[in-house]
């Protein structure tokens, strides 16, 4: 869990728009979804902490219940248009948490922590039932489709609340049609083709304390399920798996669709992988990570939530900082974070700080940092970022030669 707020940035990345759910605790950093096609309300996560006997499920009768929230709020005036709680509709029972997994008290999906409220918001845990919702959207037709972690199920929610359908987890509604239609701890589920089929994350694994897993499935992998409302069946229709490693993801993970394309984040590893959509072969693999000892380790590289594919001509980022400057050894290494539409750098120098305008050199952008030589440069220097068809993007301060610091 984690709370905070949501902020929208135009392409100066300057905050335009501060979006969050009303609740005590704030929002949590789970979800925001913003309702397509109208794109005026966002659906969006949290948890309110409420005291509760846990005793039917083995906990203690001055236990914490960490209530899971899903909001649809107006991005314009933060008004709450729906406001839909796991405590009123979701019974403990319903959980795949196991209180006697710890002596803390966790259960397979949703734990038992926390000894006060305070504690709680401390991350103090000895006596907290936790829900955990991992993803909201809303389909054709208004209804809004709720993925809970740790019931193991995906609901199908009316807009007066009513679940009209369980996906999974105990009390499922759907029968499956041959294998792999199983999922467990998953993330990021979402409607497809005309909403036949879903998406998730299939992570396989839960980490429920820093010492307690729960291993349900060996592979993280991306499922694509055909659901047909109408027979109330589920079926597996693609399956896109990792290579060359495979493991579990014990949290996060996403399946994103880009035409013929699919990427998949695993979370918790730190892999991302884009497959073809037709055959399932993949197609590309990064790895984000200190060592190879991350490719196959849960815990050796940097883990994501979810995983995202763009391009400069659906964003265009032009930050408001000017391109940053570094004078080492008689070289120079520029960078831009955020700016998307750099195509090379110039060198510019000078005698006078107040008079940095002779070329040196232009090279082309190189990764973040682009490193270029500084010979033949005088004693102080400039950098200008320029796009593809020469237009100036930005400039660098004037920075010393001698002693690299700007001028």
């Excluded at 980022?317 to 120079?332: E, L």
Aim: aromatic fraction near 10%.
């Amino acid at each position: 869990m984690g709370f905070g707020t949501v902020l929208m940035m135009n392409p100066n990345y300057e905050v335009v728009m501060n979006v969050s759910a009303v609740n005590p605790e704030g929002t949590d950093l789970h979800e925001f979804n913003i309702v397509k096609p109208e794109n005026k309300t966002a659906l969006l996560t949290a948890f309110h902490t409420i005291p509760f006997d846990l005793s039917s499920i083995g906990g203690p009768v001055d236990g914490w219940y960490s209530n899971g929230v899903i909001q649809e709020v107006d991005i314009a005036t933060g008004a709450v248009l729906f406001n839909w709680t796991t405590f009123d509709h979701i019974a403990l029972s319903e959980s795949y948490n196991n209180i006697s997994l710890t002596g803390q008290g966790v259960r397979r999906s949703d734990t038992l922590r926390r000894s006060s409220h305070q504690q709680h918001r401390q991350g103090t845990d000895s006596k907290l039932f936790k829900t955990f919702i991992r993803a909201s959207f809303q389909d054709s037709e208004g209804n809004y489709i709720i993925s809970a972690r740790h019931s193991q199920a995906i609901y199908k929610i009316a807009a007066n609340g009513t679940i009209l359908w369980r996906l999974g987890g105990k009390m499922s509604n759907f029968t499956a049609i041959g294998n792999g239609t199983e999922f467990h701890w998953q993330h990021h589920a979402r409607w497809r083709a005309d909403e036949t089929h879903i998406s998730l994350f299939d992570d396989g694994a839960a980490l429920l304390t820093a010492s307690v897993n729960v291993i349900d499935e060996p592979v993280a992998t991306g499922k694509y399920l055909k659901v047909d409302q109408e027979a109330m069946t589920v079926s597996l229709t693609k399956q896109f798996i990792p290579h060359p490693s495979q493991n579990y993801s014990l949290a996060e993970g996403s399946v994103e669709f880009y035409g013929d394309t699919v990427l998949v984040g695993y979370g918790l590893l730190p892999w991302s992988q884009a497959y073809s959509f037709d055959t399932q072969e993949l197609l590309f693999s990064a790895v984000v990570g200190p060592n190879i000892a991350s490719l196959g380790n849960n815990n050796a590289g940097i883990n994501n939530y979810r995983a995202f594919q763009t391009s400069t001509l659906q964003f265009t980022g032009h930050p408001t900082v000017p391109p940053n400057v570094s004078v080492t050894d008689g070289d120079i290494y520029v960078s831009w974070n955020g700016a998307t539409h750099v195509a090379s750098y110039t060198l510019l120098t000078g005698s006078s700080a107040n008079d940095v305008k002779q070329t040196v050199t232009s090279v082309p952008k190189s990764g973040f940092e682009t490193k270029i030589s500084g010979a033949r440069t005088a004693e102080f220097i400039a950098i200008e970022a320029l796009a593809a068809n020469g237009t100036i993007l930005g400039i660098s301060a004037v920075y010393s030669t001698t002693n690299g610091r700007v001028a």
